[in-house]
């Protein structure tokens, strides 16, 4: 299998990717994880501080004038990539303090005693604990979403919670970063829209893969990391509808999002720096800035063919291994391959194959209710980006090969 993507331009712009793991050439297959950064994304951060270091909001002198204006410009980079407003975007530390907030602040306004707050089975922790904690709180419940067996969302009983009058938010991952299933969004927010719920997306898994147009897609939130994005680690986006984040309360208190204070009380300022209390992650917002117009430069429908292609002749290798289940078999998931092998515990397999210079993830994945629901404590998982070659994906079957027989 070959594939026509031009993977060793892209390899080249990955400084890591030419490294070695356990003295074998790294194979780096724990994208879903976290990203490798290309270059420029990594320049961008040392260029900011050798440069432009200085703090943001208050500085009257040049160097904090030239701060600010990077970091506003990196925000409006940002909302350009989504199609939204660049007031909509909240710099978060990552998915999960976006998650956090919109629960603790928007769930904690539109939740009464009695509400539900539809999730479903194949969600991250981070899309699980916050809504726990904010039900708690108001007295809401949780209804979840079964998954069914090839890995996508039981439809019917979905669309059963939102017909639900007291339904009130659905939130959901775009795609699963354990099955790779790509969930039908579109009519999933159609549907949830005609029953009045509020849709909160966890993009973590599809914003390095897919150019999403917020605007169409018209979910009420949205939230991402930019580690996963070829972006630095420490940062992320909640995008918020303009209506939604005007009338939501602070989630933190502090500086930045005040417009006035004394002891009688506070005001707070408008969206986004509301919700960005303290000193924001200035250079690393910059870096994401910068890790989007890398990918501007990218053709990513073909990217996501090749990592499509690497999947498949992965899966078609380790299918003729002896007791290979794959976990989430849908026709248009996203290149992540979570599997398990009778009789092997996944944690072997992940030893076996580090040493073989193949970097994946064995565990629960922060999925351990998905991982009940699949009667499995654990599963080997291999996530593809578009730097991986066909070379490592071949590389990955024939070192589960070499493993499986040294470990039966
Ligand atoms: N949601 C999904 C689907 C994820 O895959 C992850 C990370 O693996 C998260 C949320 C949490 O992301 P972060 O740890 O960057 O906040």
Not at 45 to 51: H, M, Q
Not at 67 to 92: D, G, H, K, M
Not at 249 to 277: K, L, N, T, Y
Not at 347 to 360: N, P, R, S
């Amino acid at each position: 299998m070959s594939s026509p993507f031009p993977v060793e331009k892209i390899r080249a712009d990955f400084p890591i990717l030419k490294g070695n793991n356990r003295g074998k050439p790294l194979a780096y297959l724990d994208n879903a994880a976290s990203s490798q950064k290309p270059k420029c994304v990594i320049d961008s951060l040392s260029n900011f501080y050798e440069n432009t270091n200085s703090n943001v909001h208050r500085g009257t002198y040049e160097l904090a004038e030239k701060a600010e204006n990077e970091y506003t410009q990196a925000r409006s980079l940002i909302a350009n990539w989504f199609s939204v407003n660049p007031e909509e975007l909240v710099f978060v530390r990552g998915t999960t303090e976006a998650l956090n907030l919109v629960a603790n602040s928007f769930g904690q306004s539109i939740l009464n005693q009695g509400d539900s707050i539809i999730l479903t089975e194949m969600e991250h922790h981070a899309n699980i604990v916050p809504w726990q904690l904010t039900a708690e709180r108001t007295g809401a419940r949780i209804l979840t979403t079964p998954v069914l067996p090839d890995g996508s969302l039981d439809l019917d009983v979905l669309y059963s919670h939102l017909q639900e009058p007291r339904s009130k938010i659905l939130s959901l991952c775009h795609v699963s970063n354990t099955l790779g299933t790509t969930n039908p969004l579109p009519s999933i927010i159609k549907e949830a829209k005609e029953h009045g719920v509020k849709v909160v997306i966890d993009g973590a898994q599809s914003a390095p893969h897919y150019r999403i147009d917020l605007r169409s897609l018209d979910c009420d939130f949205f939230a991402f990391s930019g580690h996963k994005t070829f972006g630095p680690m420490g940062i992320g986006i909640l995008y918020g509808k303009s209506e939604h984040l005007h009338n939501m309360a602070p989630w933190q208190g502090g500086g930045d999002m005040i417009e006035e204070v004394s002891f009688d009380g506070s005001s707070f300022a408008p969206p986004p720096q509301r919700f960005e209390a303290g000193t924001p992650n200035v250079a690393d917002a910059i870096g994401l800035a910068e890790a989007f117009r890398y990918l501007s430069e990218i053709d990513l429908p073909s990217a996501s063919l090749h990592e499509g292609l690497l999947l498949e002749n992965a899966r078609a290798g380790l299918q003729s291994i002896e007791g290979f289940i794959e976990h989430g078999t849908t026709s248009d998931k996203a290149a992540v391959l979570s599997f398990s092998i009778d009789g092997i515990h996944p944690h072997d397999l992940a030893t076996l194959l580090d040493g073989e210079g193949i970097a994946t993830r064995t565990g629960h994945h922060c999925c351990q209710p998905l991982m009940k629901k699949l009667g499995v404590e654990a599963t080997a998982r291999a996530s593809f980006a578009m730097y991986n070659t066909m070379d490592e994906s071949e590389r990955l079957v024939s070192a589960v090969r070499k493993a499986v027989s040294v470990l039966r």
